[in-house]
């Protein structure tokens, strides 16, 4: 079974600042590794994916991760974070041959100005 | 990209009532969709899974008699909340995919259910 650990529930940084929302994950095989923004009450919107190739993943709104086999890790970074970062990131994980998604708990980022 | 919606975006409802929620894929077709719930703050939890002219297959713990799905058509499916309770107040939310790849799934807007 395949599982997605999120460690902080939230992370604070002001604006301007580097952003980091960590994720480690657990799958058999090799994953395919997805990260998702919600806003209240809405829906997930896609920020970006990890499929196979170069482990540094560029993304929507300025966003990367960085795929680390050794480390199962697939942790989110923005170089810049804005106020309008402030949402809840959410870190999913499937194996190449399974359709479900595992999704993590889940972070909350406050970006202040 | 590709756009799912959800109808309604909001209900609310009288225990004991059916409360039905649409989902479609709006520029390409779904060869499956998924449903979800979602507790505050918390993460989204797979209900079942679907395909177009087939049954869906549900998650464990997942009462398939109480939460009927319905998936009629390449764009649409549908979850209905049989004999709602205040216990089922959720936001629920669809994804779909097409092809066989799975590669990314679109989500939704969500649902709010509320059951008073």
């Known amino acids: 079974a395949q599982s997605v650990a999120q460690p902080e529930d939230q992370v604070n940084v002001a604006e301007g600042n580097p952003l980091t929302v960590k994720c480690t994950y657990s799958v058999s095989g090799n994953p395919y590794l997805f990260w998702y923004v919600q806003y209240p009450n809405r829906g997930l919107q896609f920020l970006l994916k990890y499929i196979t190739g170069d482990n540094l993943v560029k993304g929507s709104y300025g966003f990367e991760a960085e795929f680390n086999k050794s480390q199962t890790s697939f942790h989110l970074k923005k170089p810049s974070a804005l106020v309008s970062d402030s949402a809840l990131y959410f870190c999913?994980?499937?194996?190449?041959?399974?359709?479900?998604?595992?999704f993590g708990a889940g972070t909350t980022v406050t970006v202040r100005a | 990209g590709a756009v799912v919606s959800q109808h309604p975006s909001w209900v609310i409802c009288k225990s004991g009532t059916s409360v039905k929620i649409e989902c479609r894929s709006l520029d390409f077709q779904a060869t499956t969709m998924f449903w979800y719930r979602q507790f505050p703050k918390q993460s989204l939890m797979l209900m079942a899974t679907?395909?177009?002219?087939?049954?869906?297959?549900?998650e464990q713990g997942v009462e398939k008699d109480k939460f009927l799905i319905n998936h009629a058509s390449l764009t649409l499916s549908t979850l209905t909340v049989t004999s709602a309770h205040p216990e089922d107040s959720s936001f629920y939310i669809c994804s779909a995919t097409a092809g066989t790849s799975y590669n990314e799934q679109f989500f939704g807007p969500g649902t709010r259910l509320t059951v008073l």
């Open positions: 679907s395909n177009e002219g087939s049954k869906a297959t549900y």
């Open positions: 999913a994980v499937r194996p190449t041959n399974d359709y479900k998604l595992s």
